[in-house]
């Protein structure tokens, strides 16, 4: 069964430190998310992407984040100058042909800001 | 105030006893109510879709149905297996197009 799939599952960086975290959705999916959730508190969204470019970005997605789909497969999000904050797990979703079905979500990545 | 709120925030349920979760939104134009379950340290993972009132979906041991205010997740004569946390998600028309909003989950445990 075709799954979203997220590297790395663990990112430790140092504060003011760019991250990169790597997503390859469903291959024949067309809408692109990334969500996170702090511990303890609900999933955030934080970005959607279509036809190569950003649909909705929410207030948190500030100038220090960025969304990227380099090649036909990778979708990634990078984050310019860490935060301490900005530890959660990103999780990664994508939707089929219409962004009106369900979004598969892929495992996640742990990042953690020190 | 929260859009989507889910009750109870935890629950704990012997084996085989059947219970319900609460969803409630108070969202307009809802596009969809989707379910999801999540276990420690993984990503959602989809269970059911729902689209209008009056709607109702199974699988499993689970049925999910909607009222024109709230859905509910009935969970029939669970096994262990079934603790997770479940999310309740709500896509409308005032938000964007796509993207969801979640609810803070109930934490399910069952046990044997």
């Known amino acids: 069964e075709p799954e979203v799939t997220q590297t790395p599952s663990h990112q430790v960086t140092q504060m003011g430190q760019e991250v990169i975290l790597r997503c390859v959705p469903i291959?024949?999916?067309?809408?692109f998310y990334w969500y996170r959730q702090i511990l303890g508190q609900k999933v955030e969204f934080l970005v959607s992407f279509y036809n190569n470019e950003i649909s909705e970005k929410s207030e948190i997605f500030d100038d220090q984040f960025s969304v990227e789909r380099p090649d036909g497969s990778n979708f990634t999000l990078k984050i310019r100058s860490t935060k301490l904050e900005d530890s959660a797990m990103y999780f990664c979703?994508?939707?089929?042909?219409?962004?009106?079905?369900?979004?598969?979500f892929g495992p996640g990545t742990r990042l953690t800001v020190t | 105030e929260d859009q989507v709120t889910q009750s109870p925030e935890a629950l704990r349920l012997q084996e085989g006893e059947s219970s319900s979760l609460n969803c409630s939104y108070t969202?307009?134009?809802?596009?969809?109510l989707f379910w999801y379950r999540q276990d420690p340290g993984k990503g959602p993972e989809f269970l059911f879709t729902?689209?209008?009132a009056g709607e109702e979906k199974e699988k499993e041991r689970l049925k999910a149905t909607l009222t024109k205010k709230e859905s509910f997740l009935h969970i029939t004569a669970p096994k262990p297996e079934d603790s997770a946390t479940y999310l309740c998600?709500?896509?409308?028309?005032?938000?964007?197009?796509?993207?969801?909003?979640f609810g803070k989950g109930t934490l399910l445990t069952v046990n044997p």
């Open positions: 729902l689209y209008s």
């Open positions: 969202v307009s134009g809802l596009r969809g």
């Open positions: 998600a709500v896509r409308y028309s005032g938000g964007s197009n796509y993207k969801l909003t």
């Open positions: 291959s024949n999916h067309l809408y």
């Open positions: 979703a994508s939707t089929g042909t219409s962004g009106d079905y369900e979004q598969y």
